[in-house]
């Protein structure tokens, strides 16, 4: 008998995914609810989503609440749904009322996809403008600097190692070789 595997995330530990999982169950009942704490621009970092597309056999059906739930970018989605096929298995998007079993599922799916993806682009765009416009009045200077370039630029003149600069300052060799570039 195929299975439901629902899955349902969110993006922080103080969010709950509570209301995804009901919304699941008043559908699917007996649908195996696997719930992930996770940020998610991409798949990376999210290993229930990796168990259950492991676990997904011929029949099965992956239900989610929402696109946004399940992937944030055309890439990711389309992987998605071309695992779920090679499998012979669905993916159903509650709230948007899509199934990829159907050739109109697939259809509005991917569109949705574009959208959402469109979405996070925009939301990167307006993120960086209003970091740049915070620079030019001189309200956000990025990270403070966690040691002193000069100083390591005397180590290095001194002929010091990477690796002993890095250790005394407490910072990684990269750091050392990005200021020594910096030199240059």
């Known amino acids: 008998m195929p299975s439901i595997f629902a899955y349902c995330r969110v993006s922080t530990l103080d969010q709950n995914p509570t209301m995804q999982a009901d919304a699941i169950k008043?559908?699917?009942?007996?649908a195996?609810?696997?719930?992930?704490?996770a940020s998610a621009t991409s798949r990376n970092g999210r290993p229930v989503l990796g168990i259950i597309m492991q676990a997904i056999r011929e029949?099965?059906?992956?239900?989610?609440?929402?696109l946004d739930r399940l992937a944030r970018n055309m890439l990711d989605l389309l992987q998605i749904v071309d695992e779920l096929e090679a499998k012979g298995a669905a993916l159903e998007i509650l709230d948007q009322a899509i199934d990829t079993s159907t050739a109109s599922g697939k259809a509005f799916l991917?569109?949705?996809g574009?959208?959402?993806?469109f979405e996070t682009n925009l939301r990167r765009e307006?993120?960086?403008a209003g970091i740049a416009?915070?620079?030019e009045a001189g309200k956000y200077k990025g990270r403070p600097e966690s040691f002193d370039k000069a100083k390591v630029?005397?180590?290095?003149t001194e002929g010091m190692s990477h690796a002993a600069i890095a250790k005394r300052l407490g910072c990684s060799t990269k750091t050392i070789q990005r200021v020594k570039q910096d030199m240059s």
């Open 26 to 30: 008043a559908k699917y009942p007996d």
């Open 32 to 37: 195996i609810i696997q719930e992930e704490k």
């Open 59 to 66: 029949g099965d059906r992956l239900v989610v609440w929402k």
């Open 110 to 112: 991917q569109m949705l």
């Open 114 to 117: 574009v959208f959402a993806e």
């Open 126 to 128: 307006r993120q960086l």
């Open 133 to 135: 416009k915070a620079k």
């Open 153 to 156: 630029r005397a180590m290095l």
